[in-house]
């Protein structure tokens, strides 16, 4: 599938609102559709207000990213071999062996490449550029040649994000 998935694997659209308006879909239509209108209002006052009181106790990700970055950030705890060509490329090697064809085990060897002007990246083993976020031999690597692994994680999942994507003023008023 194109794009990114940051991690995240979500049911399609008409399925995740089928079941958050499971009340409201026997509803008679002009009632349904002002149900669903203060539904949605609601939603969006609560997430504005999580988004604001974690701000202000200093967090930088939401909490459903901050488990994805957990098991993300997991992978480091592997002892990986990293070779460096320069701090914008190297090959990490698995401390794990593993089977690559039936009977026939090698530790795998990967190649991290960093773009420092867009802080973004790739691996050879398409996490990275999958999810947007560094996959653990891209924070191998980092943490090698001394980069910031949260200053590679894009915008769009910081908790500023969630603020304004539901802050009617900033985003205009969607409903
Ligand atoms: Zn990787």
């Given at each position: 599938?194109?794009?990114?998935h ?9 399925e ?15 009632v349904?559709?002002?149900a669903?209108?203060?539904?949605v ?13 974690l701000i202000?106790?200093?967090q ?10 957990a ?10 071999q ?9 090959k ?8 690559v064809?039936f ?14 002007t ?16 560094p ?5 191998a690597?980092?943490t ?7 200053a590679?994680?894009?915008a769009?999942?910081k908790?500023?994000?969630?603020r ?5 003023e ?6």
């Amino acid at each position: 599938m194109a794009g990114r998935h940051y991690g995240f694997r979500t049911s399609n659209i008409v399925e995740s609102l089928n079941s958050l308006f499971l009340e409201e879909r026997e509803m008679p239509i002009v009632v349904m559709l002002d149900a669903i209108l203060h539904r949605v209002m609601d939603r969006r006052f609560e997430r504005l207000q999580v988004a604001n009181k974690l701000i202000a106790a200093g967090q930088q990700f939401p909490p459903s990213m901050l488990k994805v970055l957990a098991t993300f950030e997991f992978h480091t705890a592997r002892n990986n071999q990293v070779e460096r060509s320069s701090i914008r490329e190297g090959k990490v090697t698995e401390d794990a062996l593993v089977e690559v064809t039936f009977g026939r085990m090698e530790r795998r060897e990967r190649t991290v490449l960093l773009d420092y002007t867009n802080m973004t990246g790739s691996c050879t083993c398409g996490r990275f550029q999958e999810n947007g976020i560094p996959c653990g031999h891209a924070l191998a690597f980092m943490t090698h040649v001394g980069a910031v692994p949260y200053a590679f994680i894009p915008a769009i999942l910081k908790l500023t994000a969630m603020r304004d994507s539901y802050n009617d003023e900033e985003a205009g008023t969607l409903m």
